[in-house]
């Protein structure tokens, strides 16, 4: 689920390299037998023939081996775009650690940027702005706290909402039912869902007769099965029932069309995707 992962073969680094793909900047190193040289995927310096190229990980490791780093691109050092990935992923980090919210002219001002170029920097990244991811990740923590809290109330602050009323007009409608509903196992309620492969590992998304109650992301399907049929343990569920279908598959299309940034970490990649999904309007009844 890491950017490493879509490079881990000597294939995948060739192609990547012939394509110049922006993604792979970070991910591994190139070296040119002929010249002596080791590059970013991305230099802009003459492609090689493959047969002169040789891959590495790391700086040391192409070091070790007797190349040196390109003048050009100088994959020794931290490049503008690896520096502003960083920018972002802190201003991710403080949005998750904060309980209330940092300002987008406080977070601006500590990436050192103006506040328009950062807020543009950020959605171009994420996909999302600085205020919807801080969001979306608070209404992950108040549905994750609705299971081991004493009471939905409880839960509401734990998550880190100022109110009730708050909590309850950001996340009701990703609930397709009450808080109080949710916490008590889905009771009295069909919940239909399914798991399906993604660009993020897997899937599990989870619907009610008036819309989606859960998206969650995991490196494996059975984890996802058992956290399913724990989260709603009292309701009618419905596994893998072809009404699930088209709407797994088209989750599956969004997330991989939406998530090209694959330098970001899995699990913000996974919270920007989910407010995104829950942006596109995916319509109710469907299960």
Partial sequence: MSS????????????????????AESAFLYAVRTTGIFCR?????????RA?????DTCRAATQAGYRPCKRCRPDTLSPRRQLISLIVDACRELEASEASPSLDQLAARAGLSRWHFQ???RDLVGITPKQYALTHRSRRFRASLS?????????????????????????????????CYREGAAGLTVHYGVAPCRLGWVLVAATDTG????????????????????????????DSPLMAPILQRISAFIDDTTSHREL?????????????WQVGWPSGNA
């Fill in 52 to 56: 002169n190229v040789e891959f590495f």
């Fill in 4 to 23: 490493m992962a879509d490079f881990s073969d000597d294939i995948s680094r060739w192609r990547a390299l012939e394509t110049r793909d922006p993604a």
């Fill in 212 to 239: 989606l109650c859960a998206v969650e992301f995991g490196a494996a399907p059975e984890p996802l099965h058992t956290h399913a049929r724990r989260r709603f343990h009292r309701a009618t569920l419905q596994v």
């Fill in 120 to 122: 543009r920097r950020f």
């Fill in 41 to 49: 995927p991305g230099c802009a310096s003459r492609r090689p023939r």
């Fill in 265 to 277: 970490p899995a699990d913000i990649l996974a919270t920007a995707s989910l407010r995104q999904i």
């Fill in 148 to 180: 081991h809290e004493s009471s939905v109330t409880a839960a509401i602050y734990d998550a880190g909402f100022s109110s009730s009323s708050r909590a309850y007009d950001t996340t009701c409608q990703h609930l397709a039912m009450t808080p109080s």
